[in-house]
C-alpha cells in the first residue's frame, strides 16, 4: 500500500543522504520525494511516498524516527490531508491542436507560462488523480518533456 | 581562552575522562598528535593498522562498559576503520573514531588522502560527523560520545578537517547535549510490563531468550533475579553469552545454528517467549517461518526498529532493560503467583533437563589428533572460567561459546553480528588494557589471526600481556565445513598449506611462542603459556576433520539439526 509520509529534520548538511540512503540501505523503496526549508530556517521539511505492507511500513517510521537529525515523522495514511503536485509540461502547440492544448488548460485550471512557436510550457497543480487524467489527457497531442515535483501534502483543519 | 581545534580537541577528551586512545598518525592529524605530546591525562596506543585500532577500542568498551576511543589520519586511514565501525555497529558497542580529514577548502577536489568518510561510514555508524568550524568541535566531541553510549550504543564517527584543527577558537565544552532529535527511551510502559508479566505468568513452557543488550544495560542481575523468582529455563545468543550464567541450573545454552540442542527444542516449544535485548537474527531462528510456532511473544529493547522486525510480537516493549526486568520483578517477587508458577512449570523444566541429558555438547577426544573441542575445555578448566575470552570467527568462535562456560558479563567478546575475521586478537588488546589484572585470551583460527596478526607488534611494544590459543587445523574451517555438508567435500580455496611457523612468527615479533601437538601436552602447554609473561602465541595443532555440532543448515527449522 502507497503511503505518504512527511519527516520534519535539522537543516543541515548531509541530512537528506541520511535519509536517502536509509532507503536504499534497507530495501525500502522511494516514490517521489520532496524537501524544501520550513518557516524555520533550521527545520527541513521532506515528503516521501512510499509502498510497502504494514510491516515495512512500521520499520520505515521506526527507521526514519531512530535517525539523530529526525525532528518529527508523519504517516498521513488514515488522515484527512490535502495534497498537491507540480508539474510542467511542454506540448506540440501547432494550428491544429492550439484550440484543444488551451481548452484542456481551461478545464484543468492549469496555465501557459512560455510559448514557443510550435510549443506550449503548462504549469498545472493538482491531486494525484488530477495530474495523471491532465497527463492522459494531453499526450495524444504530443507531450515533448515533463517534470513533476513530486507530491506535498498537508493535513487538514488546524 | 582561544586554543587551536587540535588542541580543544586533547583537551575535551581529558574533560571526558578519555583515559586511552587507540590510533594511527598521519599527515592530516599531525596537530593532535602534537597536542596529545604535551598533554599527560589521555594515553595514546600506535597500532599498527587502523582496523586494529578500532577492534581495540571496541574490545575495550565491551570489557569495561565505557566508550572506546580511536584516532586515525584522512584517506586510507579513515577507510581502514569501516570494517571495525560495522563490527561494532552490528554488536551496538560504543565507540567514537575520529578521522582527520584534508582542510575544508580541497574538499570535493580528490586532495591527497581524501576520502568521504562520512558518506562511506554513514550505513554503518550510529551517527557521524563533518566538523566545519572550530566553534563546533567540542560541542560536536560531547555529543559524539553522549551518542554513542545512550540508548542502544553504537559507533559515532567524526570527521575533523586539518584547518578546522589549526584555527583557533574558545574552547567551551557545553555541560548537558540537547540533541532535538534524539531521546531514547529509558523506562518500560508500566501497563505493559504488567501485560507482559500476566502473559508470562499464563505459560506452561516458558523460555528467556536473551542477547547482547542485557550485558550492555548491565542488567544480568536483574536477568538472573526473575529468572530464579520464576525459575524460568534461560538461553541466550552468541552476544548474550554470561548474560546469565552458564553454570546455574537454569541455563539452556546458546540456540540458533550451533546452539544445544535443549535450546532449540525449547524455544521450538516454548509457549511463551520473554526476549531480552536480543534482535531475532537469522542465525538464531533458523527459517522464520517456523520460528517457535506455539509460541506467543513479549519483546524488550530499547531499540524500537528491533521490534517487531523481522517476528510479529504479542506484547512489544521499549525501554531499558534494567528498567523493565526490575518493574517485572516488582511484579513477581514473593508473590503467590510466581510459587504457583514455579509449580505448574516444574514439569517443563524436566523436560528441558531431560534433553540436556540425552542430547549434551559433545566431542570424542580419542588418543589421535587434538580435538579442538578438548583445548576450549582445557582452558576452560585452567583458567577455572576466570578469563575474558574474545574470538575470531568461524569454527573457533563456536567451540569457544559451546565448551567456556561464562558465568559473568562482559568475558565473552566477539564479533556476533558483521563476523569479522581479525577481531579477537585486538580486541583482547583493548580489553586487557582496560583490564590489566585479568588474564585475557584469544581464541584464534589459523586463518583469522592472520588478518590482525600484526598487532601482536602493539601487545609487545606496550607489554600486553595477551594469550592467543590457535585452534591450528590448516583451513578456513567453518566455510570447509560447509564445502563438506553441502557442496559435496570440494574443498574450494579453503586449505592454508602455506601458514606460517606461529611459534616462529610470535618470536620474530619479540612475543612467546609455545606449540601442542599431542592431546596429552596440552594442558601443560596452556598452563605454560598462561602463565608466561606478556603476549604469548600457543599454536596448537587440531584435527582438520572437526565440525561444530550441532548444526541448523541455513534456512532450516531449529528442530532439523544435524548431530554429532
Given at each position: 500500500?502507497?503511503?505518504?509520509?512527511?519527516?520534519?529534520?535539522?537543516?543541515?548538511?548531509?541530512?537528506?543522504?541520511?535519509?536517502?540512503?536509509?532507503f536504499?540501505?534497507?530495501?525500502?523503496?522511494?516514490?517521489?520525494?520532496?524537501?524544501?526549508?520550513?518557516?524555520?530556517?533550521?527545520?527541513?521539511?521532506?515528503?516521501?511516498?512510499?509502498?510497502?505492507?504494514?510491516?515495512?511500513?512500521?520499520?520505515?517510521?521506526?527507521?526514519?524516527?531512530?535517525?539523530?537529525?529526525?525532528?518529527?515523522?508523519?504517516?498521513?495514511?488514515?488522515?484527512?490531508?490535502?495534497?498537491?503536485e507540480?508539474?510542467?509540461?511542454?506540448?506540440?502547440?501547432?494550428?491544429?491542436?492550439?484550440?484543444?492544448?488551451?481548452?484542456?488548460?481551461?478545464?484543468?485550471?492549469a496555465?501557459?507560462?512560455?510559448?514557443?512557436?510550435?510549443?506550449?510550457?503548462?504549469?498545472?497543480?493538482?491531486?494525484?488523480?488530477?495530474?495523471?487524467?491532465?497527463?492522459?489527457?494531453?499526450?495524444?497531442?504530443?507531450?515533448?518533456?515533463?517534470?513533476?515535483?513530486?507530491?506535498?501534502?498537508?493535513?487538514?483543519?488546524? | 581562552?582561544q586554543?587551536?581545534?587540535?588542541?580543544?580537541?586533547?583537551?575535551?577528551?581529558?574533560?571526558?575522562?578519555?583515559?586511552?586512545?587507540?590510533?594511527?598518525?598521519?599527515?592530516?592529524?599531525?596537530?593532535i598528535?602534537?597536542?596529545?605530546?604535551?598533554?599527560?591525562?589521555?594515553?595514546?596506543?600506535?597500532?599498527?593498522?587502523?582496523?586494529?585500532?578500532?577492534?581495540?577500542?571496541?574490545?575495550?568498551?565491551?570489557?569495561?562498559?565505557?566508550?572506546?576511543v580511536?584516532?586515525?589520519?584522512?584517506?586510507?586511514?579513515?577507510?581502514?576503520?569501516?570494517?571495525g565501525?560495522?563490527?561494532?555497529?552490528?554488536?551496538?558497542?560504543?565507540?567514537?573514531?575520529?578521522?582527520?580529514?584534508?582542510?575544508?577548502?580541497?574538499?570535493?577536489?580528490?586532495a591527497?588522502?581524501?576520502?568521504?568518510?562520512?558518506?562511506?561510514?554513514?550505513?554503518?555508524?550510529?551517527?557521524?560527523?563533518?566538523?566545519?568550524?572550530?566553534?563546533d568541535?567540542?560541542?560536536?566531541?560531547r555529543?559524539?560520545?553522549?551518542?554513542?553510549?545512550?540508548?542502544?550504543?553504537?559507533?559515532?564517527?567524526?570527521?575533523?578537517?586539518?584547518?578546522?584543527?589549526?584555527?583557533?577558537?574558545?574552547?567551551?565544552?557545553?555541560?548537558?547535549?540537547?540533541?532535538?532529535?534524539?531521546?531514547?527511551?529509558?523506562?518500560?510502559?508500566p501497563?505493559?510490563?504488567?501485560?507482559a508479566?500476566r502473559?508470562?505468568?499464563t505459560?506452561?513452557?516458558?523460555?528467556?531468550?536473551a542477547?547482547?543488550?542485557?550485558?550492555?544495560?548491565?542488567?544480568?542481575?536483574?536477568?538472573?533475579?526473575?529468572?530464579?523468582?520464576?525459575?524460568?529455563p534461560?538461553?541466550?545468543?552468541?552476544?548474550?553469552?554470561?548474560?546469565?550464567?552458564?553454570?546455574?541450573?537454569?541455563?539452556?545454552?546458546?540456540?540458533g545454528?550451533?546452539?544445544?540442542?535443549?535450546?532449540?527444542?525449547?524455544?521450538?516449544?516454548?509457549?511463551?517467549?520473554?526476549?531480552?535485548?536480543?534482535?531475532?537474527?537469522?542465525?538464531?531462528?533458523?527459517?522464520?517461518?517456523?520460528?517457535?510456532?506455539?509460541?506467543?511473544?513479549?519483546?524488550?529493547?530499547?531499540?524500537?526498529?528491533?521490534?517487531?522486525?523481522?517476528?510479529?510480537?504479542?506484547?512489544?516493549?521499549?525501554?531499558?532493560?534494567?528498567?523493565?526486568?526490575?518493574?517485572?520483578?516488582?511484579?513477581?517477587k514473593?508473590?503467590?503467583?510466581?510459587?504457583?508458577?514455579?509449580?505448574?512449570?516444574?514439569?517443563?523444566?524436566g523436560?528441558?533437563?531431560?534433553?540436556?541429558?540425552?542430547h549434551?555438547?559433545?566431542?570424542?577426544?580419542?588418543?589421535?589428533?587434538?580435538?579442538?573441542?578438548?583445548?576450549?575445555?582445557?582452558?576452560?578448566?585452567?583458567?577455572?572460567?576466570?578469563a575474558?575470552?574474545?574470538?575470531?570467527?568461524?569454527?573457533?568462535q563456536?567451540?569457544?561459546a559451546?565448551?567456556?562456560?561464562?558465568?559473568r558479563?562482559?568475558?565473552?567478546?566477539?564479533?556476533?553480528?558483521?563476523?569479522t575475521?581479525?577481531?579477537?586478537?585486538?580486541?583482547?588488546?583493548?580489553?586487557?588494557?582496560?583490564?590489566?589484572?585479568?588474564l585475557?585470551?584469544?581464541?584464534?583460527?589459523?586463518?583469522?589471526?592472520?588478518?590482525?596478526?600484526?598487532?601482536?607488534?602493539?601487545?609487545?611494544?606496550?607489554?600486553?600481556?595477551?594469550?592467543?590459543?590457535?585452534?591450528?587445523?590448516?583451513?578456513?574451517?567453518?566455510?570447509?565445513?560447509?564445502?563438506?555438508?553441502?557442496?559435496?567435500?570440494?574443498?574450494?580455496?579453503?586449505?592454508?598449506?602455506?601458514?606460517?611457523?606461529?611459534?616462529?612468527?610470535?618470536e620474530?615479533?619479540?612475543?612467546?611462542?609455545?606449540?601442542?601437538t599431542?592431546?596429552?601436552?596440552?594442558?601443560?602447554?596452556?598452563?605454560?603459556?598462561?602463565a608466561?609473561?606478556?603476549?604469548?602465541?600457543?599454536?596448537?595443532?587440531?584435527d582438520?576433520?572437526?565440525?561444530?555440532?550441532p548444526?541448523?543448515?541455513a534456512?532450516?527449522?531449529?528442530?532439523?539439526?544435524?548431530?554429532?
Amino acid at each position: 500500500m502507497r503511503h505518504t509520509i512527511a519527516v520534519l529534520v535539522e537543516n543541515e548538511f548531509g541530512v537528506l543522504s541520511r535519509v536517502a540512503g536509509l532507503f536504499s540501505g534497507r530495501g525500502f523503496n522511494i516514490e517521489s520525494l520532496c524537501v524544501a526549508e520550513t518557516t524555520d530556517p533550521k527545520v527541513s521539511r521532506m515528503t516521501i511516498v512510499t509502498s510497502g505492507n504494514d510491516q515495512i511500513i512500521e520499520q520505515i517510521l521506526k527507521q526514519l524516527n531512530k535517525l539523530v537529525p529526525v525532528l518529527k515523522v508523519i504517516d498521513f495514511t488514515g488522515t484527512e490531508t490535502v495534497d498537491r503536485e507540480l508539474v510542467l509540461v511542454k506540448v506540440n502547440a501547432d494550428n491544429g491542436n492550439k484550440a484543444e492544448v488551451l481548452r484542456l488548460v481551461d478545464i484543468f485550471r492549469a496555465k501557459i507560462v512560455d510559448v514557443a512557436p510550435r510549443c506550449y510550457t503548462i504549469e498545472m497543480t493538482g491531486g494525484e488523480g488530477k495530474v495523471s487524467a491532465f497527463l492522459q489527457m494531453l499526450r495524444p497531442i504530443g507531450i515533448k518533456e515533463v517534470v513533476r515535483t513530486g507530491k506535498i501534502a498537508i493535513s487538514r483543519g488546524a | 581562552m582561544q586554543m587551536t581545534g587540535a588542541e580543544i580537541f586533547v583537551r575535551a577528551l581529558a574533560d571526558l575522562g578519555v583515559d586511552i586512545v587507540f590510533g594511527y598518525p598521519g599527515g592530516a592529524v599531525l596537530n593532535i598528535y602534537d597536542a596529545l605530546f604535551k598533554n599527560t591525562k589521555v594515553r595514546h596506543l600506535l597500532c599498527r593498522h587502523e582496523q586494529g585500532a578500532v577492534h581495540m577500542a571496541d574490545g575495550y568498551a565491551r570489557a569495561s562498559g565505557k566508550t572506546g576511543v580511536c584516532l586515525v589520519t584522512s584517506g586510507p586511514g579513515a577507510t581502514n576503520t569501516v570494517t571495525g565501525l560495522a563490527t561494532a555497529y552490528m554488536d551496538s558497542i560504543p565507540v567514537v573514531v575520529f578521522t582527520g580529514q584534508v582542510p575544508t577548502l580541497l574538499i570535493g577536489n580528490d586532495a591527497f588522502q581524501e576520502a568521504d568518510i562520512v558518506g562511506i561510514s554513514r550505513p554503518c555508524t550510529k551517527h557521524n560527523y563533518l566538523v566545519k568550524e572550530t566553534k563546533d568541535l567540542a560541542r560536536i566531541v560531547r555529543e559524539a560520545f553522549y551518542i554513542a553510549s545512550t540508548g542502544r550504543p553504537g559507533p559515532v564517527l567524526v570527521d575533523m578537517p586539518k584547518d578546522v584543527l589549526t584555527t583557533p577558537a574558545e574552547y567551551d565544552l557545553p555541560k548537558e547535549v540537547s540533541l532535538r532529535g534524539y531521546h531514547p527511551n529509558y523506562e518500560g510502559h508500566p501497563r505493559q510490563v504488567e501485560s507482559a508479566v500476566r502473559m508470562l505468568l499464563t505459560a506452561e513452557r516458558p523460555v528467556v531468550y536473551a542477547g547482547g543488550g542485557v550485558i550492555l544495560s548491565n542488567a544480568s542481575p536483574e536477568l538472573a533475579e526473575l529468572a530464579r523468582q520464576l525459575s524460568l529455563p534461560v538461553t541466550t545468543t552468541l552476544m548474550g553469552m554470561g548474560a546469565f550464567p552458564g553454570s546455574d541450573p537454569l541455563c539452556l545454552g546458546m540456540l540458533g545454528m550451533h546452539g544445544t540442542y535443549t535450546a532449540n527444542m525449547a524455544i521450538s516449544h516454548a509457549d511463551v517467549i520473554l526476549a531480552v535485548g536480543a534482535r531475532f537474527d537469522d542465525r538464531v531462528t533458523g527459517k522464520i517461518d517456523e520460528f517457535a510456532p506455539h509460541a506467543r511473544i513479549i519483546h524488550v529493547d530499547i531499540d524500537p526498529t528491533s521490534i517487531q522486525k523481522n517476528v510479529p510480537v504479542d506484547i512489544p516493549i521499549v525501554g531499558d532493560l534494567k528498567d523493565v526486568l526490575r518493574k517485572m520483578i516488582r511484579l513477581v517477587k514473593g508473590k503467590k503467583e510466581a510459587a504457583a508458577f514455579r509449580e505448574k512449570t516444574s514439569a517443563w523444566r524436566g523436560q528441558t533437563a531431560a534433553w540436556a541429558k540425552t542430547h549434551p555438547l559433545t566431542y570424542k577426544q580419542g588418543k589421535g589428533k587434538i580435538k579442538p573441542q578438548y583445548v576450549v575445555e582445557q582452558i576452560y578448566r585452567i583458567t577455572k572460567g576466570n578469563a575474558i575470552i574474545t574470538t575470531e570467527v568461524g569454527q573457533n568462535q563456536m567451540w569457544a561459546a559451546q565448551f567456556y562456560t561464562y558465568d559473568r558479563p562482559r568475558t565473552f567478546l566477539s564479533s556476533g553480528g558483521l563476523g569479522t575475521m581479525g577481531y579477537g586478537l585486538p580486541a583482547a588488546i583493548g580489553a586487557q588494557v582496560a583490564m590489566p589484572e585479568r588474564l585475557v585470551i584469544d581464541i584464534a583460527g589459523d586463518g583469522s589471526i592472520q588478518m590482525n596478526i600484526q598487532e601482536m607488534a602493539t601487545a609487545v611494544q606496550y607489554r600486553i600481556p595477551v594469550k592467543v590459543v590457535i585452534l591450528n587445523n590448516g583451513a578456513l574451517g567453518m566455510v570447509r565445513q560447509w564445502q563438506e555438508l553441502f557442496f559435496q567435500g570440494k574443498y574450494s580455496q579453503t586449505c592454508l598449506p602455506q601458514i606460517p611457523d606461529f611459534v616462529r612468527l610470535a618470536e620474530a615479533y619479540g612475543a612467546k611462542g609455545f606449540r601442542a601437538t599431542r592431546h596429552a601436552e596440552v594442558p601443560d602447554v596452556l598452563r605454560k603459556g598462561f602463565a608466561a609473561e606478556g603476549p604469548v602465541l600457543i599454536d596448537v595443532v587440531v584435527d582438520p576433520g572437526e565440525m561444530v555440532y550441532p548444526m541448523v543448515p541455513a534456512g532450516a527449522p531449529l528442530t532439523k539439526m544435524l548431530l554429532v
